[in-house]
């Protein structure tokens, strides 16, 4: 029967037609959106704020999530940017005594949708076999036909631009004015910890409209560029391609971060694919082909570079390889000082094992500085 209500029951109907029951959490509604999963064991509160993640129901694969509440410190953006959020076990009490909120009062005041009581592992066991699809989870409306009816009009992430609404609508900066590192950021959906490491390594950093033409960062005078992670998918983002090559013909130093990483491929005729099911979580080995050296990284990303288009391209050379699936983690522009990763190296959640990334772009600036 057509809209049945219920005050705790939610259902989650997938593009292939599973369909899985379990408790309302969260606000009561229904959401859509491209289902993933993050492997993560902590960090809940800095994922859920990702802007990568916009436009993306998310699996949490812990076993419970919410056991420690939530803070206004733990975020990466002005709020939630996943569409829905689920859970084996969310809980609404916690134990941090720091904590502000549950989960519960989070998400209700975030407006966020979610399902509780899902075998988790199952669900996550599915994705890896089948692939990323859409989804919708409904906690007013529980008929399955009537939901399979709406899934249909949720569009497909490969195709889709989300990085332009989820950027800045107004520039801003932070820093020390007076430094001479002078970082002008390209915000597609940039964390604040990125931003932070930049700062805490004494650069100013300028963070602009992910639309913002090459002449109105320029006429910040800055040292170097940053392209920043975001969600969505780069091949429609001409305007950030174009202006990405932009750079590359002034010859400053750029660092480029997640769908940074692919703008820069992008740049230089590489295409990008849509992933299986993509990478994330906390846990990822990556090997720094240039050091010999592993790290384990966090990343997030359902989009990757053509590695065959990498390999024939003489201009660039491969500068970290994922060790579960040897697709590309990072690259450098051989006759540029020009260089990315696809991976988080500011890891919030997860290990700083890559955090010296961003010391190679500062001192990529110094070096390109001009002695006074």
Do not use: W
């Amino acid at each position: 029967m057509a809209n049945n209500q219920s005050s705790d029951k939610a259902v989650l109907v997938l593009a292939d037609g599973t369909v899985l029951y379990g408790q309302s959490f969260g606000k009561k509604g229904i959401a859509t959106g491209e289902i993933c999963f993050n492997t993560g064991m902590t960090g809940y509160q800095e994922v859920f704020t990702d802007p990568s993640y916009y436009g993306q129901v998310l699996i949490m694969n812990n076993a419970h999530i919410g056991n420690y509440g939530t803070m206004p410190k733990d975020v990466e953006s002005e709020g939630v940017k996943v569409k829905a959020i689920i859970g084996r076990n969310l809980e609404e009490k916690f134990s941090r005594f720091l904590a502000v909120d549950s989960l519960q009062e989070y998400l209700e005041a975030q407006e966020i949708v979610a399902i509780d009581g899902v075998d988790t592992r199952a669900l996550v066991a599915h994705i890896r076999t089948t692939g990323a699809m859409n989804c919708i989870i409904s906690s007013t409306d529980l008929d399955v036909s009537s939901l399979t009816k709406q899934l249909k009009e949720v569009p497909s992430m490969n195709g889709l631009e989300l990085a332009s609404l989820v950027s800045t609508s107004q520039p801003y900066t932070l820093g020390d004015e007076s430094s001479l590192i002078r970082i002008a950021v390209l915000d597609f959906g940039v964390k604040k910890h990125i931003l932070q490491c930049m700062v805490d390594r004494g650069a100013y950093v300028k963070v602009f409209n992910a639309k913002t033409s090459f002449e109105e960062l320029s006429a910040f005078k800055p040292s170097g560029y940053f392209i920043s992670n975001g969600p969505g998918d780069p091949a429609p983002m001409d305007y950030a391609i174009r202006t990405v090559k932009q750079i590359l013909a002034a010859d400053k130093p750029l660092f480029g971060i997640c769908l940074g990483h692919q703008l820069l491929a992008l740049a230089n005729d590489v295409p990008t694919f849509k992933m299986h099911h993509g990478h994330r979580g906390l846990n990822h080995p990556v090997k720094n082909l240039l050091t010999g050296k592993s790290e384990i990284t966090t990343q997030n990303h359902g989009f990757g570079i053509d590695p065959a288009a990498v390999k024939l391209n003489p201009a660039i050379e491969i500068t970290h390889l994922n060790l579960n699936d040897d697709s590309i983690e990072g690259i450098r522009i051989k006759n540029k000082k020009a260089f990315s990763v696809q991976y988080h190296p500011e890891a919030t959640p997860g290990p700083h094992d890559s955090r010296y990334l961003f010391d190679d772009f500062i001192a990529m600036i110094k070096q390109s500085i001009p002695a006074s």
